[in-house]
């Protein structure tokens, strides 16, 4: 063979051939990172290009994906949303036991909300801007409310039975339940200072879930 040995092999090699993009996988990694900008900065304080560099995207993409930073922040907001709501319909409570099933769902929305700070910081962050962007999704407006099915069922057997208040109103009870943990989280930096305790050490998370526990019983017991 001219230029090399008698019995070599003629290695061809071929140019590699350039990895498709997966538009659900880029979309993905944007959504990821937008929902920690938006976490950290809020809604006038994110920034595309930083998106763009957590998502291993470009500003481009981003653009091309969702249209705008609002377009962008709105499918964040609804994402959490999104996944709140199937955590909900997943749970699977005894209702022979009604206020045992209650307490369930109490630990249940304490968990999730402590298991999730972005949601409770992205929420924090939207009323600050009045819901000016939520109410503007048809996606979330669309929704179902799996909790609100869950604890009118409980309330319904409770007050059947005789163990609970007949006059319950499922909304009133829901908003106990979730502003108590909510506040706790939403302000605890500054509560935190204000006691003088950290709020987010396990057995103050602990003993708060306990209270929790103890104001939503009473409030409903007959």
């Given at each position: 063979m001219i230029g090399g040995p008698p019995n070599a092999v003629l290695e061809i090699i071929t140019p590699a051939m350039p990895a498709r993009?997966?538009?659900e996988l880029t979309r993905a990694r944007i959504?990821?990172?937008a929902?920690?900008?938006f976490m950290r900065h809020g809604y006038s304080g994110a920034r595309i290009e930083r998106i763009s560099r957590a998502g291993r995207s470009s500003d481009r993409m981003i653009y091309y994906?969702?249209?705008s930073k609002e377009a962008l922040y709105i499918e964040v907001l609804e994402s959490v949303y999104v996944e709140l709501g199937a955590a909900e319909a997943a749970l699977a409570l005894d209702l022979a036991d009604p206020e045992a099933a209650l307490v369930r769902l109490v630990e249940f929305t304490w968990g999730y909300y402590v298991a999730h700070p972005e949601f409770v910081a992205l929420l924090a962050n939207e009323n600050l801007l009045r819901g000016k962007h939520i109410t503007k999704s048809v996606k979330v407006k669309q929704l179902s409310r799996p909790v609100l099915d869950i604890?009118?069922?409980?309330l319904a057997v409770g007050m059947e039975r005789g163990v609970f208040r007949a006059d319950?109103?499922?909304r009133n009870v829901y908003l106990t339940m979730a502003a108590l943990g909510y506040f706790y989280l939403s302000n605890?930096?500054?509560?935190s200072s204000f006691l003088g305790i950290?709020?987010?050490?396990?057995?103050?998370r602990r003993r708060w879930l306990a209270e929790v526990t103890r104001v939503v019983r009473a409030a409903v017991r007959a």
């Open positions: 993009r997966d538009p959504l990821r990172a929902r920690n900008e994906y969702f249209g604890l009118e069922r409980i319950l109103d499922v605890r930096y500054t509560l950290d709020l987010l050490q396990p057995e103050a």
